[in-house]
Every structure is written in C-alpha cells, then in structure tokens.
C-alpha cells in the first residue's frame, strides 16, 4: 500500500527556515515524480514544487522560488522541502503528493496525483 507522511511543519517567526520531510512508502523515488502542495483557509490547494524521478530535475511555483529547495534521499525513500525566509504569506497545510508521471512539468493537475499524505501544518507568525 502506498502511504506518504508529511512532518516537519510547525510556528515560526517572519524570515524563519523550516524543514519538511515526506516519508515514501510502497512505492519508488525511481519511478514517480513527487510534488508538494500547500493550502490556506479558505483557500484553493496550489502546487509549489516538484521533483522528477528520471533526473531528479526541480521545479518552483513564482511564489516560492529563491526561498524554497526541494531534495531527496533515494534510499530512505524520503523527499524534503526546505522552507527559508518564510513569510506571513507561507502559512498553510502542506502536502507531499505522487504523480501518476515519472517526471515534472512545471505545472500541477491534480487529476495526474493518485495519493497524498495528510498535510503537516507551517504557521508563521510574529
């Protein structure tokens, strides 16, 4: 059964640096592209980086680029988000997702992710 679980999340000042983990289960960092979301209140789900399997290329949402990178650990199936110089902005619940595809594209459907883990929270405030 495939399970990703989100950690990591957590309050933190304005300018602060977070590390997200996304531990993969039943399924190869090999194989699917793996992309992390985040959602606000009220707000649409959005995704804000992806990571291909074939060359392990990266790519960031305009509003994330430069703050945000985007790794991963091929033998301990985990894909990480390092959050810094994070702002008001920022907050939101943050999800690790599969993509059906072995590569990114740069733009995130939601109909092409067949599973998602259960979001950790990142709250900044001052």
């Known amino acids: 059964q495939v399970r990703l679980v989100e950690s990591g999340g957590g309050l933190v000042q304005p300018g602060g640096s977070l590390t997200l983990s996304c531990a993969v289960s039943g399924i190869s960092l090999n194989n699917q592209a793996i992309s992390w979301f985040r959602q606000a209140p009220g707000k649409e789900r959005e995704g804000i980086s992806c990571?291909?399997?074939?060359?392990?290329?990266?790519y960031y949402a305009d509003s994330v680029k430069g703050r945000f990178t985007i790794s991963r650990d091929k033998p301990k199936n985990t894909v990480y988000l390092q959050l810094n110089g994070l702002k008001h902005d920022d907050t939101a619940v943050y999800f690790c997702?599969?993509?059906?595809?072995?590569?990114?594209?740069?733009?995130?459907?939601?109909?092409?992710?067949?599973?998602w883990g259960q979001g950790t929270q990142v709250t900044v405030s001052s």
């Open positions: 997702a599969t993509d059906r595809r072995a590569w990114c594209s740069g733009r995130y459907p939601l109909s092409e992710y067949d599973y």
């Open positions: 990571i291909s399997s074939d060359d392990g290329s990266t």
